[in-house]
């Protein structure tokens, strides 16, 4: 799954190949394959600042 989130300050941030492993409402946990290196991570991120998210399926991507 592709993971897109949108910040209040404008900036946005993709993460491919996400798996989400908490989502509480305060805070969003996840691993991701970084597209750079090819490597899981893993992230943390506070949603205080995010605005917006999208999920979509690599399936339904062309």
């Known amino acids: ?3 897109t989130l949108f910040l209040e300050n404008g900036k946005t941030f993709k ?3 996400v798996t989400i492993l908490n989502d ?5 946990v ?3 394959v970084s597209m750079p290196t ?3 991570k ?9 605005l917006g ?4 399926s690599k399936e339904n991507s062309k």
């Open 38 to 40: 090819g490597k899981t």
């Open 1 to 3: 799954m592709e993971l």
């Open 53 to 56: 998210m999208a999920i979509s």
């Open 42 to 50: 893993s992230a943390t991120i506070n949603t205080e600042k995010i």
């Open 15 to 17: 993460f491919d190949n």
């Open 30 to 32: 996840f691993n991701y």
């Open 24 to 28: 509480d409402g305060e805070i969003i």
